[in-house]
């Protein structure tokens, strides 16, 4: 029999490349997205194959409905509101969505499908901007310091307890920043490219940023889309920091997204207070050793391929 998957909140970055992963493997697969998402740029480029539904993941009758129909394989949760500054504004939406509405959903599974196999994107916030050792594994303690990374600590503890308690096999994924041409505008990788490729043509000369010193650890989301496959294909389940295990500067974008369109940054950027994050004293950084170890797992992409990939897209976009 063919499999089946579930990808709940298709409509972002993370959902168009599994999708596609899933479609490369003969995975039959349904996607939720809300109504919002719709108009996501990667929706009409999904595989025709996969089958969309409109709906929330806080809507138990629907979840219900559609594990009992479909009896998924599988299952990836990537619903939810990932921009930080809007949790922290809509703190009782952010964690009913991204914390409350996943203990839910664990509870139908266990109900309609036990056998299927359960992924939970989870976030380097969960160690907060504060964390408590560096690299960071999974076994460093969790010490969120926002509304986003308490709901997502709230999910992952939930995960584990399904899956001790319950016998689900569910993994929460501690995904750090993985970009890709289909990164959401509002995100400052995105910000970076897209200006850089408009000043190229001429279209714009000025781009304001927050502090360039601010460092992340960044991959290609197709690599770390890999990595939440293979986490559901291995024996047991467990929990893994999906991540590069280096740090780059937002200035190390410009550097490169601006050299590579032969501009000097210098010469355009400016920097407000308005955009500023604290600087972590202790830098978010993970270690995927476990991954890389227990599921074979290597990211393919470098760092200036991935800045220079996204510039050649937003440069496309221009032209088109």
Same mark, same amino acid.
Request: glycine share 6%.
């Given at each position: 029999?063919?499999?089946?998957?579930?990808?709940?909140?298709?409509?972002?970055?993370?959902?168009?490349?599994?999708?596609?992963?899933?479609?490369?493997?003969?995975?039959?697969?349904?996607?939720?997205?809300?109504?919002?998402?719709?108009?996501?740029?990667? *929706?009409?480029?999904?595989? $025709?194959?996969?089958? +969309? /539904? @409109?709906?929330?993941?806080?809507? %138990?009758?629907?979840?219900? &409905?559609?594990?009992?129909?479909?009896?998924?394989?599988?299952?990836?949760?990537?619903?939810?509101?990932?921009?930080?500054?809007?949790?922290?504004?809509?703190?009782?939406?952010?964690?009913?969505?991204?914390? *409350?509405?996943?203990?839910? $959903?664990?509870?139908? +599974? /266990? @109900?309609?499908?036990?056998?299927? %196999?359960?992924?939970?994107? &989870?976030?380097?916030?969960?160690?907060?901007?504060?964390?408590?050792?560096?690299?960071?594994?999974?076994?460093?303690?969790?010490?969120?310091?926002?509304?986003?990374?308490?709901?997502?600590?709230?999910?992952?503890?939930?995960?584990?307890?399904?899956?001790?308690?319950?016998?689900?096999?569910?993994?929460?994924?501690?995904?750090?920043?993985?970009?890709?041409?289909?990164?959401?505008?509002?995100?400052?990788?995105?910000?970076?490219?897209?200006?850089?490729?408009?000043?190229?043509?001429?279209?714009?000369?000025?781009?304001?940023?927050?502090?360039?010193?601010?460092?992340?650890?960044?991959?290609?989301?197709?690599?770390?889309?890999?990595?939440?496959?293979?986490?559901?294909?291995?024996?047991?389940?467990?929990?893994?920091?999906?991540?590069?295990?280096?740090?780059?500067?937002?200035?190390?974008?410009?550097?490169?997204?601006?050299?590579?369109?032969?501009?000097?940054?210098?010469?355009?950027?400016?920097?407000?207070?308005?955009?500023?994050?604290?600087?972590?004293?202790?830098?978010?950084?993970?270690?995927?050793?476990?991954?890389?170890?227990?599921?074979?797992?290597?990211?393919?992409?470098?760092?200036?391929?991935?800045?220079?990939?996204?510039?050649?897209?937003?440069?496309?976009?221009?032209?088109?």
């Amino acid at each position: 029999m063919t499999d089946q998957a579930i990808i709940l909140g298709i409509g972002g970055q993370d959902g168009y490349f599994m999708s596609n992963l899933l479609a490369g493997k003969g995975v039959r697969t349904l996607g939720l997205l809300t109504s919002s998402d719709m108009d996501s740029e990667t *929706v009409p480029l999904l595989p $025709l194959e996969v089958e +969309l /539904v @409109e709906g929330s993941i806080s809507d %138990r009758d629907l979840l219900r &409905g559609l594990f009992r129909k479909v009896q998924p394989n599988y299952i990836f949760n990537f619903a939810g509101i990932s921009f930080i500054p809007y949790c922290s504004e809509a703190v009782s939406k952010a964690v009913e969505v991204n914390g *409350v509405a996943v203990s839910s $959903l664990l509870e139908i +599974l /266990v @109900e309609e499908c036990p056998k299927s %196999r359960f992924f939970q994107a &989870g976030s380097s916030e969960m160690f907060g901007h504060n964390p408590l050792a560096t690299p960071q594994n999974e076994q460093t303690p969790f010490c969120p310091d926002n509304p986003y990374g308490i709901a997502k600590v709230f999910a992952a503890n939930m995960v584990r307890w399904f899956r001790s308690h319950r016998g689900l096999f569910a993994c929460t994924g501690i995904l750090y920043n993985h970009e890709s041409p289909w990164r959401r505008i509002e995100y400052v990788t995105r910000k970076i490219t897209t200006a850089a490729s408009s000043i190229k043509k001429g279209l714009t000369n000025h781009l304001e940023l927050g502090d360039i010193r601010s460092v992340r650890d960044w991959s290609y989301a197709g690599d770390i889309v890999e990595a939440m496959w293979l986490s559901l294909q291995a024996e047991e389940p467990r929990d893994y920091v999906l991540a590069s295990g280096t740090i780059h500067s937002v200035e190390n974008w410009l550097d490169i997204a601006f050299s590579y369109l032969e501009l000097d940054w210098r010469n355009h950027v400016t920097q407000s207070a308005d955009f500023n994050r604290p600087i972590e004293p202790i830098p978010l950084c993970g270690d995927p050793a476990l991954a890389k170890n227990l599921l074979g797992w290597r990211p393919r992409m470098t760092f200036e391929d991935l800045v220079r990939m996204m510039v050649d897209a937003d440069l496309q976009r221009l032209m088109s």
